[in-house]
């Protein structure tokens, strides 16, 4: 959880962070309506090994 991390920002759906929607309403905003980005899987948790 985000007590144990102290650098931690964001807790829930890493893989879609809310500042990608924000990006493509940028885009979309600019006549850009196919914007599309490629994600990796996250693995581990922070602070375990």
Do not use: M, W, Y
Not at 11 to 40: C, N, Y
Request: charge should be negative; glycine fraction near 12%.
């Amino acid at each position: 959880s985000l007590q144990q991390c102290s650098g931690c920002t964001h807790e829930f759906d890493l893989d879609k962070p809310p500042v990608l929607q924000e990006v493509a309403d940028f885009f979309s905003g600019h006549g850009i309506e196919d914007f599309t980005f490629s994600r990796g899987r996250l693995n581990g948790v922070a602070g375990q090994s």
